[in-house]
């Protein structure tokens, strides 16, 4: 083997044991385990899909021991979870400059098994965009999508860059292959509000949707070129829509001005900012273009 072969082997077992020391098994069953990070002193960060109940959660610690963690929140739009345990010491080191990484970046997923110490897959930063909104509505700025096969046990481990600095949290939740590195701000963002709040407010409209196309006369009558909308398919009694007017059938094809032709453009409008605000809302009854304005409301539910 060559001395740069060597040397890059070296680098990468040094880089999975300095990140190790802050990887954390997460476990709530008797068998299976994914991963988390101790993002700062007492605070474990991991994958809110992997995460199966909300209580009796465990971790195993980088020393091996196995301590208790309560769950601190849930936020399923960024599939991040935060857990409070005490003993969680040993807070991963200093967060990369996201907006430096690029496609072919070197990037390296460290987790830990709950049996068999720490996990690492190696592998390359195969696309950046500047932001791209994933379909739980979260905008991720940037976007980096990992050619890294992410085996169970390493979901919600650090995403490492080649100076060994935490880029996110590892998650395939919003990529069709390889895996997505949650940027390092969006988890300080999240961490914080969801220890105040346990919660991520967000905007709801108190309706169900589903995508609908729309036919070509339609289109036509509209003057409109996308292909495609939202169509109403429940509404919520007493909800904000239900206040509006709004009815099963009905068609969104725009929202607060923006055009609607799938369910994330009704996401992007409800962040937090959102609740409270009137949004005006262009939908299509009858074959006839209505307008609407509502009052956002604040979602406690799975409601959109």
């Known amino acids: 083997m060559s001395a740069e072969l060597i040397a890059l082997s070296n680098a990468l077992a040094q880089a999975t044991e300095r990140a190790a020391a802050s990887a954390v098994a997460v476990h709530t069953e008797a068998r299976g385990s994914s991963s988390g990070v101790i ?18 959660i465990q971790t195993t610690l980088p020393d091996g021991r196995v301590v208790a963690a309560t769950l601190a929140g849930r936020d399923a739009s960024t599939d991040l979870a935060v857990l ?11 967060a990369s400059d996201v907006s430096s990484i690029k496609p ?9 098994t709950r049996a068999s110490g720490p996990v690492a897959a190696l592998g390359a930063v195969s ?28 979901v919600g481990g650090a995403v490492i860059d080649a100076h060994a600095r935490v880029v996110g949290i590892a998650t395939p939740r919003f990529a069709r292959f390889g895996a997505i590195a949650i940027p390092a701000p969006m988890v300080n963002r999240v961490v914080e509000v969801l220890l ?31 292909k495609t909308a939202t169509i ?17 059938g009905d068609i969104f094809v725009a929202l607060a001005g923006h055009p609607v032709t799938r369910l994330e453009d009704i996401h992007g ?32 539910h799975g409601a959109e």
Do not use: M, N
């Not at 409070?84 to 200093?94: L, N, R, T, V």
């Open 39 to 56: 993002w700062r002193s007492g605070v474990i960060v991991t994958a809110e899909h992997a995460l199966g109940r909300d209580e009796g």
């Open 84 to 94: 409070k345990c005490a003993e969680a010491g040993s807070p991963i080191g200093e």
């Open 104 to 112: 072919g970046s070197l990037a390296l997923v460290v987790g830990r």
């Open 127 to 154: 696309l950046v965009v500047a932001e791209r909104r994933a379909w739980t509505g979260a905008a991720l700025a940037p976007y980096i999508r990992l050619d890294i096969g992410v085996q169970p046990t390493a």
């Open 196 to 226: 105040q709040k346990g919660r991520i407010p967000r905007g709801y409209l108190g309706v169900g949707l589903q995508p609908v196309r729309l036919p070509d006369a339609l289109r036509k009558t509209l003057k409109r070129d996308d």
């Open 232 to 248: 109403v398919l429940e509404v919520e009694p007493e909800g904000p829509a239900h206040k509006a007017g709004i009815v099963i």
């Open 269 to 300: 409008q409800l962040g937090a900012e959102s609740i409270g605000k009137s949004l005006p809302i262009k939908f299509v009854r009858g074959g006839a273009l209505q307008e609407a304005t509502i009052v956002v409301g604040e979602r406690t």
